[in-house]
């Protein structure tokens, strides 16, 4: 362990909230509840903000895999810190084998990717066909984040909806994505439903988060409550 790690782990162990520990942990079934701190999101976020400035923040950035879930998470903060794209997209794609877990994975969005939309749509296409979960869920999540409003199009359904895999994270973020889209675009997205486009499992899960979203009027939602499938 260098002298940044155990610096930062120090720090990591300040902030330590044992309950919060155990909270974290039964979220996430995956990570091992040894590798999980305690620290809340906020004392993070505000370490991150201050390591951010500090010339030892890049070298941290190098220093992968991390052995606990908080340096994962500071990780992931950092990188939404960079500042040019070329750099957070680098970034990015070093520590995305790396990542194991939904929350993780689920935080990183970094402001300057909305200013690079074409390219990343590219990276995009990439990340969805490399058969790693994480990998995978993120690409997914880039497309709901920044592709469901102006930017949206109507291949970008098509890209989501022939994603298949076994994994429970992928999954589920396929029928959030789609919820989400039924909330923004519902004319192009309803085909998806009515016809079936998507797994059973998948499908039904994307009607279930679609009703309990408030952006989706009442008749639609009766609507989408008979297209479940049995």
């Known amino acids: 362990m260098n002298g940044i790690e155990e610096k930062i782990r120090r720090r990591l162990f300040e902030l330590q909230d044992l309950k919060y520990k155990e909270f974290?942990?039964?979220l996430?079934?995956?990570v091992n509840p040894d590798t999980v701190i305690g620290v809340r999101t906020p004392d993070l976020r505000k370490l991150a903000r201050e390591f951010s400035k500090t010339p030892e923040a890049l070298e941290f950035l190098k220093i992968l895999p991390h052995a606990y879930?908080?340096?994962n998470n500071l990780h992931g903060?950092?990188?939404e810190t960079i500042k040019e794209y070329e750099g957070a997209v680098a970034a990015v794609e070093e520590f995305l084998p790396y990542i194991d877990n939904w929350a993780t994975c689920d935080l990183i969005?970094?402001?300057?990717f909305k200013k690079h939309l074409p390219e990343l749509y590219e990276k995009i296409n990439v990340w969805l066909i490399s058969g790693r979960t994480y990998t995978v869920r993120f690409g997914i999540g880039m497309l709901m984040s920044f592709y469901l409003d102006d930017s949206f199009?109507?291949?970008m359904l098509e890209l989501v909806a022939a994603t298949r895999s076994d994994e429970?994270?992928?999954n589920m973020m396929i029928a959030w994505y789609f919820a989400t889209a039924l909330a923004k675009q519902y004319e192009a997205s309803l085909p998806y439903i009515q016809e079936q486009r998507l797994e059973k499992w998948t499908h039904n899960k994307t009607i279930q988060k679609a009703i309990e979203s408030y952006r989706i009027s009442d008749e639609a939602k009766a609507y989408l409550r008979t297209l479940k499938v049995k």
């Open 69 to 71: 879930y908080e340096e």
């Open 109 to 112: 969005s970094p402001k300057i």
């Open 77 to 79: 903060f950092l990188i």
């Open 153 to 155: 199009r109507t291949e």
């Open 24 to 26: 974290a942990s039964k």
């Open 28 to 30: 996430m079934p995956t």
């Open 168 to 170: 429970y994270y992928v």
